[in-house]
């Protein structure tokens, strides 16, 4: 059974961090690429990072670059994503998601087989 789990997320006032995991199960992780979305209320699933487990390249998107790292364990089968000075924009549902081979549009939800329940990120003012 394949499974994407999502944690680390929570409440953390603007200016603050937090390092999200997405542990990976079912499949040959080293033969995906695992994506971050996250899904504000009322807006469309957004491409935030991408990293190929095969060649460790990566993606962001322009909204996250310098503060927001990715990055893989492929020991552990995890994904991290390590977002620094957070703003209140950031607040939204992060998922994890895993496609096969090195997607050509990372931030395209459609290139992604499997998906994580997700966890809630809020940044407060």
């Known amino acids: 059974e394949v499974q994407l789990v999502e944690s680390g997320g929570g409440l953390v006032q603007a200016g603050g961090s937090l390092r999200l995991s997405c542990a990976a199960s079912?499949?040959?992780?080293?033969?995906?690429?695992i994506g971050w979305f996250r899904q504000a209320p009322g807006k469309e699933r957004e491409g935030v990072s991408c990293i190929s487990s095969s060649d460790g390249s990566t993606y962001y998107a322009d909204s996250v670059k310098g503060r927001f790292t990715i990055s893989s364990d492929n020991a552990k089968n995890t994904v991290y994503l390590q977002m620094n000075s957070l703003k209140v924009e950031d607040t939204a549902v992060y998922y994890c998601?895993?496609?096969?081979?090195?997607?050509?549009?990372?931030?395209?939800?459609?290139?992604?087989?499997?998906w994580g329940q997700g966890t809630q990120v809020t940044v407060s003012s």
């Open positions: 998601a895993a496609a096969a081979g090195v997607p050509r549009r990372p931030y395209r939800p459609y290139e992604y087989e499997y």
């Open positions: 079912g499949f040959t992780f080293d033969d995906y690429a």
